[in-house]
């Protein structure tokens, strides 16, 4: 596609409950990576991608987060028994080749009410 | 302390101001170093990219990185209302090994320029 897309763009679920986050990067980009944005906050890293292995998963908050890639493409974020603290903007962004700035998507306004 | 410190701001300038925004950094290993912008319920577009020390001027905007002070700074002039928004440095370092093109964010800056 033309940018990253993320799915869905806004989320309300009750504590305790699964979510699903879905990334789709630039077609060709090696390079996956998931951030997450809390209000008045910067962008923490949670795990990176290069194709379908992920390298450095050393973000990840807790075992309730895990992600996956497929296929090289798609990727998906899954957080286990939310949290309200889990309540942020999930950003994710693919680039080709590192090193060369990414592109983001328009991520996934988490709430966890 | 965090590795990379920005001023959150916010500021608050008139149209066609000169900007100045800054970020200093710990990590003697960062040897990328970028500007995104975002804008509200946007995610981070990329702005400047910029290698090592020296300058990078791209229309009203210039980059300039002193690894010597760990410090790095974007320039807007001749600001416009379209430039409100938060902007966000980001650094790297060296490449290979397992966080290869992982970037490490500042806090951000909220920047309004009012007509």
């Known amino acids: 596609g033309a940018g990253v897309s993320q799915s869905p763009s806004n989320k309300v679920t009750e504590k305790g409950k699964d979510v699903e986050l879905r990334c789709d990067p630039i077609?060709?980009?090696?390079?996956l990576y998931w951030y997450r944005q809390s209000l008045g906050q910067g962008l923490e890293f949670l795990i990176y991608?290069?194709?379908?292995?992920?390298?450095?998963k050393s973000g990840l908050p807790s075992d309730r987060f895990s992600a996956e890639r497929t296929g090289g493409s798609v990727s998906t974020l899954t957080i286990q028994r939310t949290q309200q603290e889990d309540s942020a903007v999930y950003l994710c962004?693919?680039?080709?080749?590192?090193?060369?700035?990414?592109?983001f998507g328009s991520g996934t306004r988490l709430t966890v009410v | 302390q965090k590795e990379v410190e920005q001023d959150p701001g916010p500021l608050s300038v008139p149209e066609g101001a000169i900007v100045s925004l800054n970020c200093t950094y710990s990590?003697?290993?960062?040897?990328?170093f970028m500007w995104y912008r975002q804008y509200s319920r946007k995610g981070p577009e990329l702005l400047m990219y910029?290698?090592?020390?020296g300058n990078k001027e791209d229309g009203r905007f210039t980059a300039q990185v002193d690894k010597s002070s760990k410090y790095i700074s974007l320039f807007i002039r001749d600001s416009q209302p379209s430039d409100s928004a938060t902007y966000l440095c980001?650094?790297?370092?060296?490449?290979?090994?397992?966080?290869?093109?992982?970037?490490?964010f500042g806090q951000g800056t909220i920047l309004t320029v009012h007509p």
């Open positions: 962004a693919s680039s080709f080749p590192v090193n060369y700035g990414y592109t």
């Open positions: 077609s060709g980009h090696t390079a």
């Open positions: 991608f290069q194709g379908n292995s992920a390298p450095d």
């Open positions: 990590n003697s290993a960062f040897q990328y």
């Open positions: 910029t290698y090592s020390s």
């Open positions: 980001a650094m790297s370092g060296r490449g290979g090994g397992t966080s290869y093109g992982k970037l490490t």
